[in-house]
C-alpha cells in the first residue's frame, strides 16, 4: 500500500457549490460542501467547509486521460466514444447492463490493457484501487460572502449616450419592468416562506397557497415585458468561498500498487500544478491552489511533488 499524505493550499479563496440533493433545499452557503466535525458542549453537532475529494480526484483522472487522449489524437488514433466515457467519466455502460456477472479473465485482461482504469476503476466492473479523502481545514471554518455588482447600461453615461436613440425607450420599458419584477419576487420569496413555516406547524395555508400563486403571476407577468433578457442587468451577486491562506489536509491511498500508478499520478499532479484552479467564480478571482504531495510506503517518504504556480510540478526523489 502507497499512502500520499497531501496538504493543500488556497492561494485565493476556494468557491464550490455541490448538487442539492434530492428532496433537500440548498444549505445558506450557496450549497458549498459542509460536513458535522465534532459537537459543542450542549451536543450540537459542529460544521466545517470541506474540499471534496471528488473534485482532487476528478481533476486528477482528467489531467492523466486528456494528455493520452492528446497523444492518441496525434498519431490518428482518436478515443471512441465508449473507450472516452470509461476513461474520462468511468461510465461503463458495458458494465452496468452486465451487472452482477464478472468475466474474471477479461477483468485481468481490461485492467492490464488500460492503466487508468485499473487505477481509477469504471463502471460497476473495475474497482478502483485508489482511496481519496475529503481535504479538510484543521479547525472547523464556514464559507464567507463574496459579493460583487453587475451593473447595467446607464451606469455609465458615455456608453449609453452611444446606443442607438431609437431602442432607448426600449431600456427604460425594461428597466422599469425589472425594478417592479425585483419588488414581485422579493415579496414571493417572503410569501413562500411564511407557506412553509405554515406547513411545518400543520396550519391552514389555504391563503398563503393563493397569495404565492398571484406574487408568482406578478413575476411572469414583469418578465414577460422584459423580453429575453429574464435577469436583471443590474443585481449583487453573491457567492461563498472558504478564504485564502488555509491549509486543506487529506490522503490519497493506492491499494496493491504497481510501478505505472505513480507515473499516472505525477501526470495528474503536474496537470493540476500547470492550471491548479478548483471550483467555481474563477474568473472573479476565487480556486487557485498549491500543494504538496507525500508519497510514503511502508513507513518511508520516497518521493514529494510540489504542485502550483501555473508550472510543472516539482518531482523529489528519496
Known amino acids: 500500500m502507497i499512502v500520499i499524505k497531501a496538504s493543500i493550499k488556497t492561494e485565493a479563496p476556494l468557491s464550490i457549490a455541490m448538487p442539492v440533493a434530492q428532496g433537500s433545499r440548498e444549505n445558506a452557503y450557496g450549497n458549498f460542501p459542509l460536513m458535522a466535525r465534532g459537537i459543542d458542549e450542549e451536543g450540537e453537532k459542529q460544521y466545517t467547509a470541506y ?8 481533476f486528477l483522472r482528467r489531467g492523466i486521460v486528456l494528455e493520452d487522449m492528446k497523444e492518441a489524437a496525434e498519431n490518428n488514433q482518436h478515443y471512441k466514444l465508449n473507450q472516452a466515457y470509461a476513461e474520462l467519466i468511468g461510465q461503463d455502460a ?14 485481468k485482461d481490461t485492467r492490464e490493457g488500460s492503466p487508468i482504469l485499473d ?4 463502471g460497476l466492473g473495475i474497482k478502483s484501487r485508489l482511496r481519496v479523502s475529503h481535504f479538510i ?10 459579493t460583487g455588482a453587475r451593473k447595467d447600461l446607464d451606469d455609465n453615461e458615455e456608453t449609453f449616450d452611444l446606443i442607438d436613440a431609437d431602442e432607448k425607450s426600449e431600456f427604460f420599458e425594461r428597466s422599469e419592468a425589472n425594478s417592479k419584477r425585483a419588488r414581485a419576487a422579493s415579496q414571493l420569496d417572503g410569501l413562500q416562506r411564511q407557506r412553509r413555516a405554515a406547513e411545518r406547524k ?3 395555508t389555504k391563503d398563503l397557497v393563493e397569495q404565492v400563486a398571484a406574487a408568482e403571476a406578478l413575476v411572469k407577468k ?3 415585458v422584459m423580453g429575453d433578457m429574464k435577469n436583471s442587468s443590474r443585481t449583487i451577486l453573491t457567492h461563498y468561498a472558504l478564504a485564502a491562506g488555509l491549509e486543506l489536509e487529506g490522503k490519497l491511498v493506492i491499494e496493491n500498487p504497481k510501478e505505472r500508478d505513480i507515473g499516472l499520478l505525477e501526470t495528474g499532479l503536474n496537470a493540476l500544478s500547470l492550471f491548479p484552479i478548483l471550483g467555481a467564480h474563477s474568473a472573479r478571482g476565487c480556486g487557485e491552489i498549491s500543494g504538496t504531495f507525500d508519497f510514503i510506503k511502508d513507513g518511508a517518504l520516497f518521493k514529494r511533488i510540489t504542485i502550483g504556480g501555473f508550472e510543472a510540478a516539482r518531482v523529489d526523489d528519496f
Open 51 to 58: 474540499l471534496p475529494a471528488t473534485t482532487i480526484r476528478g
Open 137 to 146: 481545514p484543521s479547525h472547523n471554518l464556514l464559507p464567507d460572502p463574496i
Open 94 to 107: 458495458a458494465s452496468e447492463q452486465g451487472a452482477g456477472d464478472i468475466d474474471l479473465v477479461a477483468l
Open 202 to 204: 400543520g396550519e391552514d
Open 222 to 224: 414583469y418578465e414577460a
Open 119 to 122: 487505477l481509477f476503476g469504471s
